[in-house]
């Protein structure tokens, strides 16, 4: 009798332990959802450290491929270019002799400039036409009737555009009416009138 109520006793002690043992499998099995919240996190944090190290080579690689660009555009500026430092040489070799030298620099001249009109370099058309804020800085005002007011005279800087994109302004004189004498000699505009 006494082995039966040890086996029962043993045998309630068991039940009871896996009656407390089993609300815990069913946690372990199910996660709390502050422990989901933690796995999101940790999964979401992963996520953003392969994208930043993608983004990083990408960015790398963009950088290299960039300077790549610019050292192949550079070799293919200075290649048509070395024609120039030839006539330069040919020209300094003729200094002594003024007509050869002239010629030398004045094929130079045209060497370069048709160099840069095959990158799509052009001169701004600026003579005998209206000023253009777009195109031009005006330095000086000169009184001229034969021209409409604010009419480019003269050029005295040449500007240029890299297709049509102006990457310098020309720098112009411009006109402007003359002043009229008054009775008094006080000067009055003729266009205040």
């Known amino acids: 009798m006494k082995d039966h109520k040890k086996q029962e006793n043993t045998h309630q002690e068991h039940e009871k332990q896996s009656t407390e043992t089993q ?49 192949r555009g550079n070799i293919a500026v200075i290649t048509k270019l070395l024609p120039i430092i030839d006539t330069f040489e040919l020209a300094l070799r003729n200094a002594q002799n003024k007509g050869e030298f002239e010629k030398g620099m004045g094929l130079l001249y045209f060497q370069l400039m048709d160099i840069l009109k095959g990158f799509g370099l052009r001169p701004i058309d600026t003579i005998h036409i ?31 555009a890299l297709n049509e994109t102006i990457i310098r302004y020309a720098k112009v004189k411009v006109s402007k009416k003359k002043e009229e004498q008054t009775n008094n000699g006080v000067s009055q505009d003729k266009t205040s009138d």
């Open 23 to 71: 609300p815990e499998t069913k946690e372990e099995k199910q996660p709390s959802q502050q422990e989901l919240q933690e796995l999101k996190i940790q999964e979401l944090t992963a996520l953003l450290q392969r994208l930043q190290a993608d983004f990083d080579n990408f960015r790398k690689h963009t950088d290299k491929t960039s300077k790549e660009s610019v050292f």
């Open 130 to 160: 209206p000023f253009d804020p777009y195109k031009h800085e005006a330095l000086l005002r000169e009184e001229n009737n034969q021209f409409p007011e604010n009419t480019v005279l003269s050029i005295l800087q040449k500007g240029y």
